[in-house]
């Protein structure tokens, strides 16, 4: 039980760290900084859902899991906030998004 | 007056209870002298946002009913698989994205609601909103089909029955 409980955890840790680099390989390859923000949200999202959960099962039933627990509580509720605020800065300071498709279904107020 | 007073009481309490759980979580020292000092600081805190004005039916939803749970937890499978298809694409190199940018309706009623929505459309990998105008959103999206399925309005279904 004990050593199917580590194994886990690092099959999760291991699937972490893989996302972590796909992430990070997704902002040096992709064309401009719309999208490369998408590719960041890989390693903000599962590759960080991964790691905790792989440090969940080694900490246990202790303290240790419930700050794990904020841990990932806050950047659920933060991480979406500060990826809106660089896109609308980048947006609002006329940073248009490359090679994009025409904009669609525009809001019908005259 | 006096329904807005049982309603500020309410949402100071959750301000009370999310701190004193946040304060034990995060200690680990059970002492009088440490949770004596703990319970004067939740006081302290209270007491000031509550002074600042910003306790309300933004900053502590009491209203919400059970149904966010549920939510989140189909917005976690979201995450998972649109996390999916962008790796995808990220090994697969730049040949096989269309970034794209499309105004979405949304169906919320409260600005709550669509600060959800907004968020959950951020949050799932793909899809980045840009900005609020009114009741549409400005999306960004790697791929279109991202904007279909957005399009297609089970997100902003799910939102408003929560809101």
């Given at each position: 039980m004990e050593s199917l409980l580590i194994w886990t955890s690092d099959v999760l840790l291991v699937l972490g760290g893989f996302l972590l680099l796909t992430g990070g390989i997704g902002i040096l390859r992709f064309p401009d900084l719309y999208t490369r923000m998408h590719a960041a949200g890989v390693t903000d999202t599962l590759a960080v859902l991964c790691t905790l959960a792989g440090l969940m099962l080694l900490a246990g039933w202790s303290l240790v899991l419930a700050k794990l627990l904020f841990v990932m509580i806050f950047l659920m509720f933060t991480g979406p906030v500060s990826s809106h605020a660089l896109a609308k800065a980048a947006y609002n300071s006329g940073l248009l998004p490359k090679d994009c498709d025409a904009v669609g279904g525009e809001p019908s107020t005259g | 007056m006096q329904a807005s007073t049982i309603r500020s009481a309410r949402h100071s309490l959750s301000v009370v209870v999310t701190l004193s759980a946040l304060w034990l979580l995060n200690s680990g020292f059970y002492t009088p002298l440490i949770l004596g000092l703990g319970f004067v600081s939740v006081l302290l805190v209270t007491w000031l946002v509550h002074r600042m004005d910003v306790v309300d039916h933004e900053s502590?939803?009491?209203?919400?009913?059970?149904g966010i749970f549920p939510y989140y937890a189909w917005l976690l499978w979201q995450i998972v698989l649109s996390n999916l298809t962008l790796i995808k694409c990220i090994w697969a190199g730049n040949k096989s994205i269309n970034p794209c940018v499309a105004y979405l309706p949304s169906s919320q009623k409260t600005d709550i609601g669509r600060v959800i929505y907004a968020n959950s459309i951020t949050l799932?990998?793909?899809?980045?909103?840009i900005d609020v105008q009114g009741e549409h959103l400005l999306i960004h999206a790697l791929l279109s089909e991202s904007v279909d399925q957005l399009r297609s309005g089970e997100m902003d279904r799910r939102v408003t029955r929560v809101e």
């Open positions: - | 502590q939803p009491t209203h919400f009913t059970l799932t990998p793909g899809t980045v909103t």
